[in-house]
């Protein structure tokens, strides 16, 4: 089965340090969205890609937060400067949506996230 | 956004079947109710969507109530692996793109 492949599964850092979360799509998907999961606030959109265009981000702090895709098979979710409060895990998931749709009622198709631990 | 409601916790036997509850009183006409489950350690996983009618695949079995302000994952036949925790969610069948994941049930099975 294809699969959305995260990198890395694991991240440790401090606080101040810049980090990057990169996301591999499944191939022929062409929408990507970004979510955080903690255990207070559960999974959260951050951001959500259509055809590697940015379609939404309000779900992001603004300031320290970029998402972006360089290309159809890679997404990548920036924090620069991190925060103890980022600490979460970050799940980026792949679907189709039709031609003339913003979105899809299709599944969307999840990684196994980072897990990102900010000192 | 129309939400859904759902038990906190559920226990089942292994072996037997589940019945997951899932209420969306303020769903639209146009809402399909799609079910994600989510295993430790792991990204959330579909597992079923419908509209209307029920619908039956190789994980579970969706039975919609005929007002369809109520829905019920049924599995059926529970097995260690089945422990996770279970999210019902509404999308429009127009195709938006925001999902709100609640709280989910978090299914407990024993052996």
């Known amino acids: 089965d294809a699969r959305v492949t995260q990198t890395p599964r694991h991240k440790v850092t401090e606080m101040g340090q810049e980090v990057t979360m990169r996301c591999q799509p499944i191939?022929?998907?062409?929408?990507v969205f970004w979510y955080r999961q903690t255990m207070m606030q559960g999974l959260e959109l951050l951001a959500y890609?259509?055809?590697?265009?940015?379609?939404?981000d309000s779900g992001m702090p603004k300031d320290r937060f970029s998402a972006e895709m360089p290309d159809a098979t890679l997404a990548t979710l920036k924090i620069q400067p991190s925060e103890p409060r980022d600490s979460a895990v970050y799940f980026c998931?792949?679907?189709?949506?039709?031609?003339?749709?913003?979105?899809?009622?299709?599944?969307?198709?999840f990684g196994d996230g980072t897990r990102l631990s900010i000192l | 956004d129309a939400k859904t409601t759902q038990p906190n916790s559920m226990e089942s036997n292994e072996e037997e079947p589940v019945h997951l509850p899932c209420n969306h009183s303020?769903?639209?006409?146009?809402?399909?109710i799609h079910w994600y489950r989510q295993l430790p350690s792991q990204g959330p996983e579909y597992v079923i969507h419908g509209l209307t009618s029920n619908v039956n695949n190789r994980m579970a079995s969706l039975a919609i109530a005929e007002d369809r302000k109520s829905s019920t994952l049924i599995l059926h036949r529970a097995t260690l692996r089945d422990a996770a925790v279970y999210y019902c969610i509404l999308r429009p069948q127009s195709g938006g793109f925001k999902t709100i994941f609640g709280a989910g049930t978090r299914l407990f099975v024993k052996a």
């Open positions: 998931a792949s679907g189709l949506a039709p031609d003339g749709q913003i979105g899809t009622n299709q599944p969307q198709h």
């Open positions: 191939l022929g998907h062409n929408t």
């Open positions: 890609f259509r055809n590697r265009a940015p379609l939404d």
């Open positions: 303020t769903i639209s006409g146009t809402d399909y």
